[in-house]
Every structure is written in structure tokens, then in C-alpha cells.
């Protein structure tokens, strides 16, 4: 590799992933090269600029590492948890990142950087990461649903990121499918995110694991049980984790379909939960209830895929929203 660039005419992108507990960064070029990459935990220095100021810091060092000039660098993508601005560059007092309150992310970055900076939301920008390298390869309709703390999810629509109205499109979790159901963090009752949403299922798992169960011993050292203890519990053929997991399958399947008939994609990428729990705890049996649910040319259409990216999903989520930046300007 030259200094200066990924090659010959090659040009270099930055992408920032800036989580609640770490920062993933990479170098690497539309074809998904990864030239130089970089993790370290989120400073945590209680204000937006000190934190951002010390993701600078790794930036130019990564930068330097690969011998790579920060002048020679296209475009800088952001993945932030929201809630955010994302045509302002501005993050809206975000619960992951504690200080930081309205944080202009992009114009600080930009002014420390000297590069153009674009800002988008986690869960667009592992779609677009999914889109691109992952398993949404080749789709122009595409669902990411991710199943961590919260529910969230990115959507493309003719190959292009939907947004809607102030950056909220894609609030999967909140799809009501209870009405008077169990209550959400958001404060609302029902929601997808209650039933299965990783804190939700933690809450509920603390007040019904059996003390006999293979997910109380396997949860024994750690502070509760959790959908990883349930997954691991499964995979024993535990019969409390196994009733557990069928009916996180069940709330899945629900909310697939859902999606299946308002937006018809052609894909839907499952990152979290199901990636971990595989194909014969989760993905079939989600596949076979969904397919069973929806008119027939509708399943024949649809894939349900785990997502592709893997671990390195911090390292192309940025990279992702560089690109897209780039493919939305005018020509």
C-alpha cells in the first residue's frame, strides 16, 4: 500500500464507531479492505468534547500508523447511538453516552479532522455495513434488526437508507403487538422491545429462571440470568430455556411479518440474539413461522439471514456511512 491512499486511485475512508462502552475505527476502501483498524474503550470523560477530542487523538494515530495522511482521507463516517440530528451532525442528549447532551459531533469532528464528517444512527449504519459487506449483499430492500439492550432496526428501500420524519424511521421496537401488554422502557405498554429486547428478557429472566434450571447454574457467578444464558441453556436441551426461546421466536416471527407486508424486502438481517442462538434455536423455526404467515409469493421472496459482518461490525458500520455520504452526493 502506498502512503497516502489504499492503492493506486484507491481513495481511503474513515469510519468511527462510537458505543456506550468502546470506539471501533477503521481505514479501509469501498470494497470493504481494511487497511489499519483500531479499538479502545469509550474515554468516558464525563462531556462530548473530551471524549471527542480523545477519539481524535486515535484517529490521527491510527491514521499515521498506516501511513495514510488524514489529507489523503475521503470521507469520515460516524455511527453514534441516537438519538441524533443526523443533517445537523448532532447528537440529542443520548442516554449510552453519559455528558454528553447536545453534542455537535460532526462540527467538532470536521474542525479537529479537517475532513467532511457524516453522522448516522447504529442501527442505519449496521445496515448499511450489512448492506455492503454483510449479509444484505446484492438486496435493494433490506431489513437489519438488532436485539441488544433495545430493538432497533435500519431500513433500505431501493438501495437507499430510509430515514423518515427527524431521523426516527426504523423504531422497530416499539411496534405495538400488545396493546395492553407487558410495559416498555420507552414508557409505552406492548411493544416488540418488551418481549424481546435484551434488558427486557434480563428483567423478566431475573424474576422466572427455576432455581433448577441449566440458566440458573450457568448464571451462578454473574449478576442474573441473560438471553446468553438462555441460548447456552438451550443448546442443553434445558426445558425452561428451550420454552424461553420458542417464545422469543414466536415475538420475532410477529414482527418479521409485520415488516414482510408494509415494506416487502427482501431480506431481513438478524444481528444479536438470533446470530448467537443459530439456525436450530431461532433462525428456522422463526423462518418457518413467518413463512407460514405470509402470502405465499411474499415468502418466497424473503430471506431471513443472520448478519454477515460479525465481529467486525464496528470496523464497517462507519465505513458504511462514508460511503453512503459519497454515493449521495450530486455528480
Not at 484507491?10 to 487497511?35: E, Q
Not at 447532551?101 to 474542525?111: D, H, I, M, T
Not at 395492553?180 to 434488558?199: S, T, V
Request: net charge negative; glycine share 14%; charged share 20%.
Amino acid at each position: 500500500m502506498r502512503p497516502g491512499g489504499g492503492g493506486e486511485g484507491i481513495p481511503v475512508h474513515l469510519g468511527i464507531d462510537i458505543g456506550g462502552t468502546k470506539v471501533a475505527m477503521a481505514l479501509g476502501s469501498p470494497d470493504g479492505t481494511l487497511h489499519a483498524r483500531d479499538r479502545f474503550a469509550t474515554p468516558g470523560l464525563g462531556s462530548a468534547e473530551a471524549d471527542l477530542a480523545r477519539i481524535v487523538e486515535r484517529a490521527r494515530a491510527l491514521a499515521a500508523s498506516a501511513g495514510i495522511g488524514l489529507d489523503a482521507v475521503g470521507r469520515i463516517g460516524v455511527s453514534v447511538p441516537g438519538p441524533l440530528d443526523a443533517e445537523a451532525g448532532v447528537l440529542l442528549d443520548p442516554p449510552n453516552l453519559v455528558g454528553w447532551g447536545l453534542a455537535p459531533v460532526r462540527a467538532q469532528l470536521e474542525a479537529a479532522l479537517g475532513r467532511p464528517v457524516a453522522l448516522e444512527n447504529d442501527a442505519n449504519a449496521a445496515a448499511l455495513a450489512e448492506w455492503r459487506f454483510g449479509a444484505g449483499r446484492g438486496a435493494q430492500d433490506l431489513v437489519y434488526l438488532t436485539m441488544s439492550t433495545g430493538v432497533g432496526a435500519g431500513v433500505l428501500v431501493g438501495g437507499r437508507l430510509h430515514r423518515g420524519v427527524r431521523t426516527s424511521a426504523g423504531e422497530v421496537g416499539h411496534m405495538p403487538i400488545e396493546w395492553e401488554g407487558e410495559p416498555c422502557a420507552c414508557g409505552m405498554r406492548g411493544c416488540l422491545e418488551a418481549y424481546i429486547g435484551g434488558a427486557a428478557w434480563a428483567a423478566r429472566l431475573a424474576e422466572t429462571t427455576p432455581p433448577g434450571s441449566a440458566v440458573a447454574r450457568l448464571a451462578a457467578a454473574d449478576p442474573g440470568p441473560t438471553p446468553e444464558h438462555v441460548v447456552a441453556g438451550a443448546r442443553e436441551g434445558d426445558a425452561f430455556a428451550l420454552a424461553e426461546m420458542a417464545r422469543f421466536n414466536h415475538y420475532l416471527a410477529w414482527g418479521i411479518c409485520q415488516l414482510a407486508y408494509v415494506l416487502a424486502p427482501e431480506v431481513v438481517v438478524l444481528g444479536t440474539i438470533p446470530s448467537a442462538a443459530g439456525d436450530r434455536l431461532c433462525l428456522d423455526p422463526v423462518r418457518e413461522q413467518v413463512r407460514a404467515r405470509l402470502w405465499p409469493f411474499l415468502a418466497r421472496a424473503l430471506r431471513i439471514e443472520p448478519a454477515g459482518c460479525g465481529d467486525r461490525l464496528g470496523d464497517y458500520a462507519g465505513l458504511a456511512v462514508a460511503l453512503d455520504a459519497v454515493a449521495a452526493e450530486p455528480d
